[in-house]
């Protein structure tokens, strides 16, 4: 699989639902997850396929939508526990209860995924290209 929007979430930007500059956007490390992109839409349903989410962040900062790309601040996930290697990373919008956190981007390709975390910090770096961490 390859980085994807998922397209409830999709539907939802395009409704007005879902705002990437007003929402509290988080992003968690998970293992173990096979996207399903096309049916998946709440962060339960990271965890009703099999996934465990390994790590969260706060929530992103310094978010921008400049010609449809969204981007934000690096994010730092702090003292991951050791464990098996992490294959993707999980953007979500946090309503905080997991079955109405709104799935919007799953990562599974950059630079350092898979990840095997060892207690350290994990540095999230976003892409710097034209289409940051999304464009729709």
Do not use: Q
Not at 59 to 66: D, F
Not at 72 to 83: I, K, R, W
């Amino acid at each position: 699989m390859a980085n994807a929007l998922y397209d409830k979430a999709r539907e939802k930007f395009l409704a007005g639902d879902l705002s990437w500059r007003d929402a509290d956007i988080k992003v968690c490390l998970v293992e173990g997850y096979t996207p399903d992109t096309a049916n998946h839409e709440f962060l339960e349903d990271v965890t009703d396929a099999g996934g465990t989410i390994v790590a969260t962040s706060g929530n992103l900062a310094s978010k921008t939508v400049t010609g449809g790309v969204a981007d934000a601040a690096d994010e730092t996930l702090s003292d991951v526990p050791a464990g098996d290697p992490c294959e993707h990373l999980v953007i979500y919008a946090d309503s905080g209860m997991p079955e109405t956190s709104d799935l919007i981007a799953v990562i599974d390709s950059g630079t350092g995924l898979p990840i095997t975390p060892n207690g350290g910090d994990i540095e999230v770096a976003w892409d710097s290209g034209a289409n940051k961490i999304f464009k729709l």
